[in-house]
């Protein structure tokens, strides 16, 4: 049965389909819970599909919370999870915002490349025009308030805050309108970005290209509304509207490029 499921999902997912298969091996052998480290959507869904096939229960922390990033659990019967068991702690990261702006990106590169803190260990960064948060495992508080100090050439301080204060992200973008001849990922991306159908290939070949957190390796892929889209080293970008064809049959559609990610 397990084989079978490798089958529904790309090669890319192996390892990680590995993982949840062992999560759920430890559920079933201690009949007791076990909650993930922080997952992104692409990967949420697949837990969900290997616990319905393995008889084991399954919960997100979306269900209590909103987030992009969650934490799973994955449970036997008996048990009765509430917000707690997802071992979640909101950090508001206090700086002086007179005159400079966190923004997400400066905030990730700071934990991740300077702190190198395993991406696992945290969800969500939400920034808006005067406050800044981060959503993390609760277990790993202390690293976080002692390791996170400065912020591009801000000073910070990390404090503990009810979810009752959890902030909204505003996100920055650009609106763009093209017009393209079909809607293969290859052909869409060179209209984006202006680049050549080749250089788009290129891009997707060398793994740079994931839609809604799965990575793509077919040109041929075909977007649909809604797909969100990150280009390595091009940014994030979300596919928002159909608008018809040209009277030469192109496809008129409407792109939002993220810019505060």
């Not at 759920?24 to 052998?29: F, G, H, L, W, Y």
């Not at 977007?223 to 280009?231: E, W």
Request: aromatic share 10%; with cysteine.
């Amino acid at each position: 049965m397990n084989k079978m499921i490798y089958q529904h999902f790309s090669k890319n997912d192996s390892s990680f389909i590995d993982k949840g298969l062992e999560w759920i091996k430890k559920v079933e052998d201690s009949y007791s819970p076990f909650l993930t480290p922080f997952v992104n959507p692409h990967q949420e869904k697949i837990l969900k599909v290997l616990a319905s096939t393995n008889g084991i229960s399954y919960m997100s922390s979306r269900q209590f919370l909103e987030t992009e990033y969650v934490r799973v659990l994955l449970y036997p019967d008996y048990f009765e999870p509430g917000f707690s068991d997802f071992e979640l702690s909101l950090q508001e990261i206090v700086y002086p915002n007179k005159f400079e702006r966190l923004t997400h990106a400066k905030i990730l590169g700071t934990v991740l490349n300077q702190l190198g803190i395993d991406r696992k260990l945290f969800g969500d960064i939400l920034v808006n025009e005067e406050r800044a948060q981060i959503i993390i495992n609760r277990q790993f508080m202390l690293l976080f308030q002692d390791g996170i100090t400065k912020i591009a050439r801000l000073p910070v301080r990390l404090e503990e805050r009810d979810f009752t204060e959890k902030i909204t992200t505003v996100e920055d973008y650009q609106e763009l309108d093209i017009c393209i001849a079909s809607s293969r990922l290859d052909v869409f991306l060179a209209g984006v970005f202006k680049l050549s159908r080749n250089q788009a290939s290129q891009l997707i070949e060398k793994q740079a290209v994931q839609v809604d957190y799965h990575l793509v390796e077919k040109s041929d892929y075909a977007v649909q509304v809604g797909d969100l889209i990150s280009v390595r080293k091009f940014g994030r970008l979300k596919l928002v509207r159909d608008n018809g064809q040209t009277k030469k049959d192109k496809k008129k559609l409407t792109v939002q490029l993220l810019l505060s990610k």
